[in-house]
Nanobody, 127 residues
Framework: QVQLVESGGGLVQAGGSLRLSCVAS?????????MGWFRQAPGKEREAVSCINLSGTSTYYPDSVKGRFTISRDNAKNTLYLQMNNLTPEDTAVYYCAARNFYNSGTCFLPNSANYWGQGTQVTVSS
């Protein structure tokens, strides 16, 4: 079992930055999980924002955030991060962190294959 708790969301103006954190706790070592950030805007499907492999050496970004978002993890602190720069109103959504075990790839796992989810943190970007 893994519990995930996100923080760092909020209201920011377009062009601003936010840093999301996701702290993991539980019986299984954090380093055994591929991790990802996903977001869901009202009326839209949940989509991948970024994923990272077990060791943090391989990452994935869709074109919509590439060059603006950076995912990282600190396995010693059981923490996942998402640095978001140059935010736009289109980035407004609830952001979730997710964990998947037995997956070590530079691509992102599908949302329906995640083993655990956090409760989400709201990110709102005003124009």
């Amino acid at each position: 079992q893994v519990q995930l708790v996100e923080s760092g969301g909020g209201l920011v103006q377009a062009g601003g930055s936010l840093r999301l954190s996701c702290v993991a706790s539980g019986s299984t070592p954090f380093m055994l999980y591929a991790m990802g950030w996903f977001r869901q805007a009202p009326g839209k499907e949940r989509e991948a924002v970024s994923c990272i492999n077990l060791s943090g050496t391989s990452t994935y970004y869709p074109d919509s955030v590439k060059g603006r978002f950076t995912i990282s993890r600190d396995n010693a602190k059981n923490t996942l991060y998402l640095q978001m720069n140059n935010l736009t109103p289109e980035d407004t959504a609830v952001y979730y962190c997710a964990a998947r075990n037995f997956y070590n790839s530079g691509t992102c796992f599908l949302p329906n294959s995640a083993n655990y989810w956090g409760q989400g943190t709201q990110v709102t970007v005003s124009s």
